[in-house]
């Protein structure tokens, strides 16, 4: 009985390290993220003169995707002036660790030159307005304005360490050659037409074969129905018979009508199909 209980005490004491142990890992390893792996933000030094404010950002961007593009500063001086101060600045959208160089203009100024530094904080924040996204670090006053003026990374060098390059891909492209046997040597192309007297005889046979000329006719009566488009072409082929105004064609009174033919071409020609006659029995 005695060997029974010490066993299961045993037993239970080896649960409760074990649980313990996996309790500390735990808290250890969510402190290191904590401590390590949270975002950070590095004062550098500015080349936009006395409004301007560089700065670097670091953040773990494979488990927050976010295009940060702007950055705010919050003075908060209760007991000095100016009591409060708050000013921002948008940049380009940046998705991995970056460094920016903005200008913040006069309000960065009355920041630089606040009184009560012993009392007063400033926040900054940086945002990403399109993934409603924002860090904030906050700092007191003093300890601030200790490493803005001490600043003397550049942002060219944070971009060059900590910046994401992007290489442009090369592409290697296979040259081959052919070698193929000479073009055969043929004889002088031989034109087919009416004047090489090699084809003479062809062309002679079709017009042989051609269809005979139409006769002549006479015109009883011809007419525009409605939906002239006055473009003219019946004028040019026969203007003795027709007249195009600016809104309609009309037949000459004095209009000729023994030529059928032309009368005929003219109907044909009119792409509206409004031209009609009739012929002389």
């Known amino acids: 009985m005695n060997t029974t209980l010490l066993a299961m005490g045993i037993a239970f004491l080896v649960v409760l390290g074990l649980v313990v142990n996996l309790g500390v890992l735990s808290l250890l390893s969510g402190a290191l993220h904590?401590?390590?792996?949270?975002?950070s933000l590095e004062i550098l030094k500015s080349e936009n003169g006395e409004s301007g404010f560089a700065f670097g950002f670091r953040w773990n961007n494979a488990r927050e995707p976010a295009s940060f593009d702007q950055v705010k500063l919050r003075l908060f001086n209760p007991f000095a002036k100016p009591t409060q101060v708050d000013?921002?600045?948008?940049?380009?959208?940046?998705?991995?660790?970056?460094?920016?160089?903005?200008?913040?203009?006069?309000?960065?100024?009355?920041?630089?030159?606040?009184?009560?530094?012993?009392?007063s904080t400033l926040q900054i924040e940086v945002?990403?307005?399109?993934?409603?996204?924002?860090?904030?670090f906050n700092y007191k006053t003093r300890k601030f304005l200790e490493n803005f003026r001490a600043a003397n990374k550049s942002v060219a060098s944070f971009n060059e360490k900590y910046g994401y390059v992007k290489t442009k891909p090369v592409y290697h492209q296979t040259t081959r050659s052919f070698i193929a046997d000479p073009l055969p040597q043929t004889a002088e192309k031989i034109l087919k037409i009416?004047?090489?007297?090699?084809?003479?005889?062809?062309?002679?046979?079709?017009?042989?074969?051609?269809?005979?000329?139409?006769?002549?006719?006479?015109?009883?009566?011809?007419w525009i129905e409605d939906g002239c488009i006055v473009c003219n072409a019946c004028e040019g082929i026969y203007p003795e018979v027709f007249e195009v105004t600016d809104t309609t064609?009309?037949?000459?009174?004095?209009?000729?009508?023994?030529?059928?033919?032309?009368?005929l071409e003219s109907a044909e020609a009119c792409p509206v199909e409004v031209i009609k006659f009739t012929k002389a029995s």
């Open 87 to 119: 000013v921002s600045a948008d940049f380009a959208g940046q998705t991995s660790d970056f460094g920016v160089d903005v200008n913040l203009g006069p309000a960065f100024t009355e920041i630089l030159n606040s009184t009560g530094l012993d009392n």
């Open 34 to 39: 904590f401590l390590f792996a949270r975002p």
């Open 194 to 222: 009416q004047s090489n007297p090699a084809f003479a005889g062809a062309f002679t046979a079709a017009a042989d074969s051609a269809a005979p000329a139409q006769e002549n006719f006479t015109v009883a009566k011809v």
């Open 127 to 136: 945002v990403s307005k399109k993934d409603g996204i924002t860090h904030y």
């Open 249 to 263: 064609c009309l037949i000459r009174p004095d209009a000729p009508l023994n030529d059928g033919l032309k009368i």
